[in-house]
């Protein structure tokens, strides 16, 4: 059974650098993405970011300039950097599994995912 | 406001059943992207419930179940009981944005 767990600042300043790492136990690193993901108080999901176990990684376009993910495969772990944060950053940060399937639809390959499971969550509020 | 649009509440009585929609576009939804649901409980992180559309993970009661048609996906629950009272959340991938992403959740509410 693969649990994530996770850990960072809860309480940062504007302008200050968001960081907060994830770790994998019970499972294999390779052959799944690593993700970040946010939910503002009382909000919906917002997806932030994926990195694979080479280090690759993709992120929402609306929040590409601002993050950085890295990933220890020596320890089975993951990071979030996300800088120059805001008032608007303030949310409950989950990282979490993607499993992906590639597909071909109508003609095209692409590449589908589902989140499972999820770590257990850290709130970061970002205040003066 | 999230490309995939839900209702942002639906209620029930205990035993009963209710569905929630998820209406996309042809970008996500209908260009055939899979849709899979999370139930979050309060306080807590969301829960994988269904995947691929109408899968149920292992430990999903069958009480749940998942449906999809053109732009649109939906989720059911019968025989409703107070512990279903939670928010759900639909998930896809939308290749006009090229990012994966929810619907805004619908919370349920078990009278």
């Known amino acids: 059974q693969v649990q994530l767990q996770q850990w960072g600042a809860g309480l940062l300043k504007p302008s200050e650098t968001l960081s907060l790492t994830c770790a994998v136990y019970?499972?294999?690193?390779?052959?799944?993405?690593w993700n970040w993901i946010r939910q503002p108080p009382g909000k919906g999901l917002e997806w932030i970011g994926e990195?694979?176990?080479?280090?690759?990684?993709n992120s929402n376009p609306s929040l590409k300039s601002r993050v950085t993910m890295s990933v220890d495969t020596s320890k089975n772990q993951f990071s979030l950097n996300l800088t120059s944060v805001t008032a608007a950053d303030t949310a409950m940060y989950y990282c979490?599994?993607?499993?992906?399937?590639?597909?071909?639809?109508?003609?095209?390959?692409?590449?589908?995912?589902?989140?499972?499971?999820w770590g257990q969550g850290t709130l970061v509020t970002v205040s003066s | 406001q999230s490309v995939l649009t839900q209702p942002p509440s639906v209620s029930g009585a205990p035993g009963q059943r209710v569905t929630i929609s998820c209406t996309g576009t042809?970008?996500?939804?209908?260009?055939?992207?899979?849709v899979h649901w999370y139930q979050q409980l309060p306080g807590t992180a969301p829960k994988l419930l269904i995947y691929?559309?109408?899968n149920r993970p292992s430990g999903v009661p069958d009480r749940f179940s998942g449906s999809k048609s053109g732009t649109s996906a939906s989720l059911a629950i019968t025989g409703l009981q107070t512990e279903d009272e939670a928010d759900y959340y639909c998930?896809?991938?939308?290749?006009?944005?090229?990012?994966?992403?929810f619907g805004g959740g619908t919370t349920l509410t078990v009278l």
């Open positions: 979490a599994r993607a499993l992906t399937v590639r597909r071909m639809l109508r003609g095209v390959l692409t590449r589908q995912g589902r989140f499972d499971p």
């Open positions: 019970g499972g294999s690193f390779s052959g799944y993405s």
């Open positions: 990195i694979n176990h080479s280090g690759i990684t």
């Open positions: 042809s970008s996500n939804i209908g260009a055939g992207y899979d």
């Open positions: 691929e559309d109408t």
């Open positions: 998930q896809s991938y939308d290749s006009s944005l090229s990012l994966w992403m």
